[in-house]
């Protein structure tokens, strides 16, 4: 059983438009993240949002958007896409924002802005 | 199914002891293979891996691919209480999965 899930998997689009990517995940954790690897492979990350708090990097463009619809799912918007956004996303869950529990990965989506 | 494979899956040693972490990999199209350090904030990245037998150097962490026996592993020299973290692995597909994590290695450094 797959333990936390992106779709798509693959997304190319083009400058200027808006789209969202999901992201799930069936191991009943409280804590969800998402990151964006750069081109050095660097994970950078992004938000990180409980059933309390969302925490943002203050580095990220509020072109980009967490929701979560329930305790399972934190999907990411973005905006008016640009040529930059191109690069991996990572979602992750870990079982509390503590930092001692690992996080799991999901396998990324592969976003391309044209 | 791809899959990732880290062993030991938890690991406690002393400062100055050296490590060598494993990681098995089965990655239809496989095309690298990442090391990240996980501390209590986001990961690093450590390592890129794409050819067999060419190691990487980092200060006391060095890391060597085998395509041939599909693993690869991560030694860490003269341990400090400072690398204590989850070190994972993920194999990255060419295309379709993408990247492929394993459940990663906990290490523990006492002083």
């Known amino acids: 059983d797959t333990a936390v899930s992106q779709t798509p998997k693959y997304l190319v689009t083009q400058m200027g438009n808006d789209k969202s990517i999901k992201c799930e995940q069936n191991l009943g954790h409280d804590t969800m993240y998402w990151y964006k690897q750069d081109s050095k492979k660097f994970l950078k990350i992004m938000f990180s949002y409980n059933n309390k708090e969302l925490i943002i990097n203050e580095t990220v463009p509020n072109r980009f958007s967490p929701k979560s619809p329930d305790k399972a799912h934190l999907n990411l918007h973005i905006n008016s896409l640009e040529l930059g956004d191109s690069a991996v996303y990572f979602c992750a869950s870990s079982q509390d924002e503590t930092g001692i529990y690992e996080q799991f990965f999901g396998p990324g989506t592969r976003l391309t802005v044209l | 199914e791809d899959k990732v494979v880290q062993s030991p899956l938890s690991l406690v040693v002393h400062e100055g002891d050296t490590v060598t972490l494993n990681c098995s990999y089965e990655?239809?199209?496989?095309?690298?293979l990442l090391w990240y350090k996980q501390g209590k904030k986001a990961p690093t990245f450590l390592f890129m891996l794409t050819s067999s037998g060419i190691e990487k150097k980092s200060g006391r962490l060095s890391s060597i691919l085998d395509k041939k026996e599909l693993f690869s592993i991560l030694n860490i020299t003269a341990t400090q209480t400072g690398d204590s973290a989850v070190y994972l692995c993920a194999g990255d597909e060419a295309y379709g999965q993408n990247f492929v994590f394993g459940p990663g290695t906990r290490l523990s450094v006492l002083p």
């Open positions: 990655v239809t199209n496989f095309r690298s």
